[in-house]
């Protein structure tokens, strides 16, 4: 891909968008992860639904939103390596010297990739928390314990569980600029699980606020319509948290992008 310097910036920036999206598809591992990810969280929200005996649950804190997403709760991880692999798979093959060269702005090549990469994540996410929900719903119907869209705050929760893994994904995909590995990038990402374990164990007084910087809490908190009961932080504190996940990283990889070695 390659541009007169003369040419409009709007003309540029369409330019590698177009090249990222090309390069985002011809990757087969992208493809194969996003499909992966869909069936465990489809597959695992309705058997979590399955398990819930309707005799011995609490109704004024049961979260029947929360049980069918229950497989994002695994499915993160495959997002964060969708992110990583916008990047590293470039870096493993060598093709991100070929990038630089057809375009020097490095800056501008991270932002396309991050425009694109973080569109296909959030319209995957999305897709995958709605199937997800009404899977889960479907289950759940049988007890008598669905919830329907309508509910108050059943629309905000199941739409944030798709934000959240589009944010895994920018955090992936930021990581993965800063490490140029993929392995090592995948392995960075899981510490948002590990995160989560330590400031429990550091912070075991249940009404501790330190739970409310974790990313995971965070994740929880904006696709759960009972997180004040939980003790998740507050909705929009919850979304702030996870958009400076996502940013730290990413300004972080913009600063080292222009500045390194291909």
Known sequence: MTTSPSAPIAVRALDLLASEWIKLRSVPSTGWTLLAAAVIAIAAGSFFAATVKASHIDHATFDAVQVSLTGLLIVQLAFGAFGTLAITSEHATGMIRTTFAAA???????????????????????????????????????????????????VRAVAGAGFYLFIVALVGLGLGTIIRHTAGAVAAVGLIFIQALIVNLVFPDP????????????????????????????????????????????????????RRDA
């Open 104 to 154: 020097p702005r490095r800056g501008a090549v991270l932002a396309a990739k991050a425009a694109v990469t973080g569109a296909a994540a959030l319209a995957a996410g999305e897709a995958i928390a709605f199937a997800a929900f009404f899977a889960g719903q479907q289950v759940l119907s049988g007890k008598h314990l669905a919830v329907s869209l309508a509910a108050p705050g059943v």
């Open 207 to 258: 009404t501790s606020k330190a739970g409310h910087y974790v990313l995971l809490w965070a994740g929880q908190a904006i696709s759960s319509v009972r997180a004040h009961i939980y003790g998740y932080p507050a909705v929009g504190q919850a979304f702030l948290v996870c958009i400076a996940y996502a940013a730290a990283p990413l300004a972080i990889a913009a600063f080292l992008i222009r």
